[in-house]
């Protein structure tokens, strides 16, 4: 008997293959995009998962009255919350950035961009697995260095690293342990080194570089946890200043004060409230539930096709059925033989879904920059328990629709549907239209927005501007000097300068700026001469740092436009702030521009020369060349010859264009526009599948119809009207519901920017155009031929 139902299942895909293949395809499509959502899901919350404190340890990030929310927290905080609050168990301090530099041993060298100074208690807050060396005396020195598996293997090779010594730049350490980098993690350094506490800063309430975590009590209520955090800030530092300055204690956390508060390091990944995140990066939590509930969508309508597709078959085999119900066929194997039927085509989907992610994952992870992994356990458990209760659901509507049957019916060839299962499939089918809808109008508005951030204009040019980073720590200042020596002669070389940030690359550096009772926080960033001129950026009035007076360079700072208008400065050229505790006279204001993407609105910024104050200087990280476009690939080929042989021999050689890593701010959007245009592509594809599911199995129903209005003298024209005017009367109540609910949801998105475009009205025009078009053309090419239908054939019995 079995061999008797695969035999009639195999000749009815043959027969009926169209629609294998679309119910096979289609929900193969559904699994795969569920599989990579659910693979990415997995892939984002495993940060931290393996970490058995990840529900005690909480990470202070500070929220200021600006706006402005901070990861990072000041130095002394650390330790003197653990010491005045006793829910805090224990507490980790350490730089909110990795260092880089390059690792020596003997011949051997290893260039790490993951460097973490940090407090001997790491391991405790972030246990990764210790595979050589005591884990109790990893710090038991100050030159004590614990390494990654890999560092080692790449430098110590196959001998025990253990006491061995390390050399970075200046200084040697001694190998101290080997740690298993455990992923995925939300710090995952290479090497850990003892942060010594900077004495400049072990009282400096202000300087927010450390990133704090804190192991709290499970008792511990985190609302009073941070009331606690805030009454030590306000003890240790805010009461003071509000009393040096004058003011009342409210009156400075207004102008001045954060407040502080906690983040679980479990959550920390997907939903830090900082601009930054965790040093490993923040995951894109909008993203990844959009990711996944698109996927459920399209599983959705994949299924909805599957079940008005398997209709639409069983029509078409009504006689089989009513021959088996004469023959007297036992109900449990009717129901058996076509339940069956639908989980093998569900089984054959799922084993493509499967085999097709082999290959999508991969090209999913590079375009967005994840290392996202599928086969796992509890994931393919996952989709086949979907598959399941997919197929058990299909199978018993299926089934069930077919044993209802009235015997007589099905051997005549005939099929009527109650009016609840037609609206029930005129409803799914407005469904479907409304989110291809939906996602067409996105996709034009992303694309508006887009090309929009594409050619608005920047207010800077970084049109052959080259960045060069320093990669090796010591004597950069120097080493500046003697690449700048050399490289303003070259004719291939229009100016060489450099600053502290470019834009596009945000370092996040600020600082208060007071001019009077105005105090404002500004980004700050040092440049040498000719970065102004290098970037085209406009002076508004006064003029750019000149080589000709350095005395009045260093005691002088230039500001935007954003900056005077906070700090209230009218004529402001040779008027004086304060900066740093010390004074420097406003010698011009540039123009505007943008420096962060458009996510934000152009902050107030300042602009000092290395030379303004003494440790400035330290903070030079890279070399800015403006080239001659004609000649891009000679300098390029003699930059990076002098680098490797003169200036960083050993180190590793990169380069970046301005105006290229600027387009980066808004890659994440260029992402977005390709992704909501394949899902646009996609949806409207298995949407039109249901349409064309949908109006089959309604036309087939109407054929005896179809045939008694054509002998009666009804003409092609109004045959197809009659067909075509259910799915019109749809496809504009979709349209009703589309226009508001898509105007509100992407006006949202929209919102994300502080410069976006005004809502244009003609994708709402255009979609249910589209929509509308699509739908007579599917639904009337089956219309046109039932109306070439045999009289004979359909009016015989009657």
């Not at 590079?366 to 992994?373: A, H, R």
Request: glycine share 6%.
């Amino acid at each position: 008997m079995i061999g008797i139902w695969f035999k009639l299942f195999y000749r009815n895909s043959i027969k009926n293959w169209m629609s294998t293949l679309v119910n096979i395809g289609g929900l193969s499509l559904g699994l795969l995009c569920l599989l990579i959502g659910l693979s990415y899901y997995d892939s984002e919350v495993a940060y931290d998962a393996w970490n058995p404190h990840k529900d005690h340890i909480y990470k202070v990030g500070h929220r200021f009255s600006d706006g402005q929310v901070f990861d990072d927290s000041t130095q002394p905080e650390a330790a003197k919350c653990k010491e005045l609050i006793p829910e805090i168990t224990d507490a980790l301090s350490m730089p909110s950035w990795y260092m880089e530099d390059l690792l020596q041993v003997g011949e051997r060298s290893f260039f790490s961009k993951k460097i973490l100074y940090a407090q001997p208690n790491f391991f405790e807050f972030f246990p990764h697995p210790i595979r050589k060396g005591n884990k109790d005396e990893l710090f038991a020195t100050k030159n004590s260095i614990v390494i990654a598996e890999e560092v080692s293997e790449h430098l110590f090779q196959k001998s025990n690293p253990i006491g061995k010594a390390l050399r970075i730049g200046k200084d040697t350490y001694v190998v101290s342990g080997v740690f298993k980098q455990q992923k995925a993690s939300t710090t995952l350094p290479q090497v850990v080194i003892w942060d010594s506490v900077n004495k400049n800063q072990a009282n400096n309430w202000g300087a927010y570089s450390q990133y704090t975590y804190y192991k709290i009590a499970d008792d511990a209520v985190i609302a009073n946890v941070e009331e606690k955090i805030l009454q030590v800030f306000i003890d240790e530092y805010y009461q003071k200043e509000a009393t040096q300055e004058g003011i009342s204690l409210d009156a400075y956390l207004e102008r001045s004060g954060s407040v502080p508060f906690l983040e679980k390091l479990a959550d920390y990944r997907l939903h830090g409230k900082g601009d930054l995140g965790p040093l490993e990066g923040k995951g894109n939590y909008l993203f990844l539930m959009l990711s996944i509930s698109l996927a459920l969508l399209i599983l959705l309508i994949s299924t909805i096709n599957f079940i008005n597709l398997s209709f639409a078959n069983g029509v078409k085999r009504s006689k089989e059925v009513g021959v088996k119900k004469v023959l007297g066929l036992a109900k449990k194997w009717f129901y058996l033989q076509y339940s069956g039927e639908i989980a093998l085509q569900i089984g054959i989907a799922v084993v493509v879904a499967f085999g097709t992610a082999e290959f999508v994952l991969p090209l999913f992870n590079d375009y967005f920059g994840l290392n996202v992994s599928v086969i796992t356990g509890m994931l393919f458990v996952k989709i086949v328990g979907i598959a399941l209760l997919i197929s058990l659901l299909v199978g018993i509507l299926f089934s069930g629709f077919l044993g209802r049957m009235e015997t007589l019916t099905a051997l005549k060839g005939k099929l009527g549907s109650p009016k609840s299962i037609m609206v029930f499939r005129n409803t799914m089918l407005a469904v479907q239209l409304f989110f291809a809808g939906f996602f067409l109008i996105g996709a034009l508005i992303v694309k508006s927005q887009v090309n929009f951030m594409n050619t608005k204009e920047l207010g800077f040019s970084g049109e052959g501007v080259v960045v060069v980073p320093m990669a090796k720590g010591e004597n950069r200042w120097q080493r500046y000097q003697l690449a700048k020596a050399e490289f303003e002669k070259k004719p291939y070389v229009i100016s060489v300068s450099s600053s502290l940030e470019t834009p596009g690359k945000d370092e996040d550096n600020s600082n208060n700026v007071e001019y009077r009772d105005a105090l404002v926080d500004c980004k700050m960033n040092t440049v040498d001469y000719g970065h102004f001129k290098m970037l085209d950026i406009q002076f508004v009035k006064g003029n750019s740092f000149s080589s000709n007076t350095p005395a009045l360079t260093a005691e002088s700072i230039i500001m935007n436009e954003t900056a005077i208008s906070k700090l209230g400065i009218q004529a402001p050229i040779g008027k004086t702030v304060t900066v740093f505790g010390k004074q420097f006279t406003i010698k011009g204001v540039v123009k505007d521009y943008h420096f962060e993407g458009f996510e934000r609105e152009i902050r107030p910024v300042f602009y000092l020369h290395y030379s303004g104050i003494d440790w400035l200087k330290y903070n030079l990280n890279a070399v800015h060349f403006k080239l001659d476009l004609t000649k891009v690939p000679l300098a390029l080929d003699e930059i990076t010859k002098f680098w490797q042989e003169e200036l960083e021999p050993g180190y590793p050689f990169e380069y970046r264009f301005v105006d290229q890593q600027f387009k980066k701010t808004f890659e994440t959007y260029k992402r977005q526009q390709l992704f909501f245009s394949v899902l646009t592509i996609i949806i409207i594809s298995v949407s039109l599948l249901g349409l064309l599911a949908l109006s089959s199995l309604v036309i087939q129903q109407r054929l005896k119809e179809v045939a008694i209005k054509k002998t009666l003298g009804a003409s092609v024209r109004e045959l197809m009207a009659d067909l075509l005017l259910n799915f019109v009367k749809v496809v504009l109540i979709s349209t009703a519901v589309l226009i508001p609910v898509s105007y509100w949801g992407l006006n949202q998105w929209l919102d994300n920017f502080a410069y976006r475009i005004s809502m244009p009205i003609w994708p709402y025009m255009l979609s249910p155009l589209v929509l509308l078009c699509l739908v007579i053309m599917v639904v009337g090419f089956k219309a046109y031929r039932a109306t070439k239908v045999d009289l004979i054939s359909h009016l015989k019995f009657e």
